[in-house]
């Protein structure tokens, strides 16, 4: 009894806070342009009864998600979007990896501090730290008074405003939930593995290819799942360092949704990334059980 | 004659495969190996025995490659291995923990050796199956290490560690985590498999059984050196100081000033060889100078000797300078029943031989004076050049007997039973002997408990030959 409760609580809360919203967005979606408030039709009339809801139903259809394939626009961010998240998943990683590493190896009583340290940027606003970005990466920003200054370079760098800027902002905010879970589980990690597998033969890089990284997987994938999900469909982090070259799905559907006003061909573009974002860790999951299963 | 027993430590000839050439590791301020030499031969099982902190297991990580030794020499084969790193050794190591790696099927965890050394697959795989064979394994070799048992565990590492066929293998307290049933079989599992590849193991261990079961050498180790190596039986039965008898086994350590007893007179000799493991004792310059007198053709004594006929010798074998009859006539009656008699003022020292037994009781050798008003303990095996100094008997347990009626034997001592710990198949009674002092006594259960006839709180005698003990310097 008990745990059922435990169970059913969660439950309710996915269910009104992600199923429900998802449905409504996915209503939208099949639903078409209009110019009324809410900016689309049809719109289920409950006072008409059965013959209403047969009307609304009959309203649906897939007219956006056509759309959505007939405009290059789309795809392009799309495919813009999974590229930046792609390479900025794999530059968290081999940033975030050795200063996990690093961490799990510290001596027992430094341990604590460097976690604070990891944790410290949540306690300033989010948006702030985007856009003291911007102070650091303009023309006439720290970074590059800094570089002139040394002698490394004459001309200031153009930075801000292109995609280097985009994957420095989106780097420098997801580090943290790249390095904790890769630091738990190298936290666990037994230091006589690792010299047991000099002991028979291997070289120190061997033992860490061989033994360290196949035992860390699982907070690798857990960092690049937490690093890659949000960030492909980050939106500040484009408007505020990318230029208008950058070209991110997180943008377009800010400007369907404010500036076009075109409710259901933004919710269309959302059903999509979603679809784009399930796929692949379901098949994931999927092929992880089997291996498990294998090995039983 | 019987065939030759291995013992290659004794042949001056043998080439030792391990060679410790005055090894010291610091950590720091702390000196955990200090100036060790010690030679270790081809197919030896060499045990490494001592409490934690000895510096054991810090000896075994400079053989295994992952500590440098601080100075010295580590010669394997006569090649220095001080400085060559892990992997470049022809030592595997067997971890305490197992350290199996847990992504990886015992298959392959026996595999990952031998395909460091880039060996064909047939290779490996004819490789692996011998191993999986030697240690019953073939069925479990798909299995993750997580779903084998405990014992199971404990055989892939071996396994793994043997796979490369190494010139030595390093077992670091491999049992440790089995319990006693399991450890029991498997120690002689170890030394079967030790046997049948030929391979030269050293062990790590605190558990003096386990070294004493498996090993062909065990050096009981102290503060970063080696207190003692031997044979198990010599350890246990000739510990060459108080540490290594105290370490080893349960004994009861008799702490004393030792006095020198007469050499033995001409016709008991015999018996004083017959029984005694060291040599005879030489005639040492002054304490012992009556009795090398004596030996001759036993004329008076001097003064000194004449004080150790008549304290201290004459209670014992009776008096014999006096009478030129050295053999006593038979115990009176009265002397036998009355523990305190009347003819031995001093303290009523050891109970006045019923000269019967004198005979059994060999000469030289040492009495130790441990406790006002109670006897001296005789040791014939004691170096007489310890007398005088303070010294410390080491008596085993079961080299005690205990008994309701006094018995007849060189030393006896009287005592309550205080406890009482029985253990099945022997039980250990604690006596607390006049004065306080408590002795362990053993005696084997070989009738059922309810028919015992020692119990809590009853007066005993205890009593051992005079070559039980160990007579050691004391520290």
């Known amino acids: 009894m008990r745990r059922a409760v435990l169970i059913t609580v969660p439950y309710l809360w996915l269910l009104a806070l992600f199923l429900v919203p998802f449905l409504i967005v996915l209503k939208i979606s099949l639903s078409d342009y209009a110019l009324a408030r809410p900016p689309y039709a049809p719109q289920l009339d409950w006072n008409e009864g059965w013959a209403g809801v047969r009307a609304f139903f009959s309203g649906l259809d897939i007219e956006n998600f056509i759309f959505l394939t007939t405009d290059d626009l789309y795809w392009k961010a799309y495919l813009s979007s999974l590229r930046i998240a792609l390479i900025s998943t794999v530059v968290t990683l081999f940033v975030g990896y050795p ?5 799990a190896r510290a001596p027992h009583e430094w341990r604590p501090t460097l976690l604070m340290l990891v944790i410290l940027p949540f306690w300033t606003s989010f948006l702030i730290r985007v856009y003291s970005w911007i102070g650091i990466l303009s023309t006439e920003g720290v970074l590059n008074q800094f570089l002139m200054g040394i002698g490394v370079i ?49 070289t120190r890089f061997a033992a860490f290819w061989l033994v360290t990284i196949p035992l860390s997987r699982n907070g690798i994938i857990a960092g690049c ?58 098949l994931f999951q999927r092929s992880e059980e089997k291996a498990r299963e294998a090995a039983k | 004659m019987a065939e030759p027993v291995f013992a290659p430590w004794n042949d001056p000839a043998a080439k030792p495969l391990i060679q410790f050439k005055g090894v010291t590791k610091r950590f720091g301020d702390f000196t955990a190996i200090d100036d060790l030499t010690q030679d270790i031969f081809e197919c030896e099982f060499f045990a ?45 190591m067997m971890f305490q923990s197992y350290a199996l790696f847990p992504h990886l099927s015992v298959y392959d ?75 029991e079989e498997t120690q002689f599992e170890l030394m079967d498999i030790q046997e049948k590849t030929g391979t030269t193991f050293i062990i790590v261990t605190h558990d003096q059984e386990e070294a004493m079961t498996v090993a062909t050498r065990v050096a009981v180790m102290n503060e970063g050196k080696i207190a003692q190596v031997s044979t198990p039986d010599v350890i246990y039965e000739a510990p060459n100081s108080v540490y290594v008898a105290d370490f080893i086994g349960d004994v009861n350590l008799i702490r004393g ?84 008699p009347a003819p031995s003022p001093p303290p009523a020292s050891v109970q006045p031989a019923e000269v019967k037994s004198a005979p059994d009781i060999p000469a030289g050798g040492l009495a130790i004076h441990w406790a006002d008003g109670q006897p001296p303990v005789i040791a014939a095996n004691g170096d007489p050049a310890m007398a005088g100094q303070s010294v410390v008997l080491s008596l085993r347990p079961e080299k005690v007997s205990i008994a309701k009626e006094r018995p007849d034997a060189a030393n006896t001592l009287r005592g309550k039973v205080i406890d009482i710990a029985y253990l099945g198949n022997i039980s250990t009674y604690h006596v607390e002997i006049e004065g306080g002092t408590m002795i362990k006594a053993q005696a084997a259960n070989t009738r059922r408990i309810a028919r015992r006839d020692i119990t809590w709180e009853d007066e005993v005698w205890l009593s051992f030959t005079a070559t039980a003990g160990v007579v050691l310097m004391d520290a």
Not at chain 2, 76 to 81: E, F
Not at chain 2, 305 to 313: C, K, P, S
Request: contains cysteine; hydrophobic residues 45%; charged residues 25%.
């Open chain 2, 109 to 183: 965890n026996i595999a990952f050796g031998l395909r460091r050394e880039k060996k064909s697959k047939d290779e490996v795989h004819a490789r692996v199956q011998e191993m999986l064979r030697l240690t019953r394994l073939e069925r479990f070799a798909a299995r993750k290490p997580h779903q084998i048992s405990g014992g199971q565990r404990q055989r892939v590492a071996l396994a793994r560690s043997l796979a490369k066929a190494p010139k030595l293998l390093l077992l670091d307290e491999p049992l440790g985590a089995l319990d006693r049933k399991l450890r």
């Open chain 2, 48 to 92: 490494l025995l001592g409490p934690s902190g000895c510096g054991k297991t810090t000896l075994m990580r400079m053989l295994a490659g992952f500590e440098e030794p601080t100075e010295g020499q580590i010669l394997l084969d006569g090649r220095d291995i001080a400085h060559v790193p892990p992997n470049k050794r022809a030592v595997n």
């Open chain 2, 257 to 340: 000033t030792a006095k020198a007893r007469p050499e033995a007179p001409e016709q008991a000799v015999e018996t004083a060889v017959e029984q005694s493991p060291e040599p005879i004792p030489t005639p040492q310059p002054t304490p012992a100078a009556a009795p090398t007198a004596a030996q001759q053709t036993a004329p008076q004594p001097n003064d000194i000797g004449r004080v150790l006929h008549d304290r201290v010798l004459s209670p014992i074998f009776g008096k014999w300078i006096d009478d030129e009859q050295r053999r006593l006539p038979p115990p009176s009656k009265a002397e036998d029943s009355t523990p305190a």
């Open chain 1, 154 to 202: 004459s001309e200031p760098l153009t930075i801000l405003n292109t995609n280097w800027a985009v994957y420095i902002g989106i780097v420098y905010t997801y580090l943290p939930f790249m390095i904790l879970p890769i630091y738990a589980a190298l936290e666990k990690l037994d230091e006589s593995l690792l010299e047991a597998a000099e002991d028979l033969g291997s």
């Open chain 1, 99 to 103: 200063v996990a590493y690093a961490m």
């Open chain 1, 225 to 282: 799942f937490l690093v890659f999900i949000p960030t492909i469909g980050e939106f500040v982090i484009p408007s505020l360092l990318g230029g208008s070259d950058t070209l991110m799905i997180g943008k377009v559907l800010w400007e369907e949704f404010f500036s076009n006003r075109d409710w259901p061909v933004a919710s269309a573009v959302a059903v999509v990334l979603l679809l784009i974002l399930i796929i692949p860790i379901v």
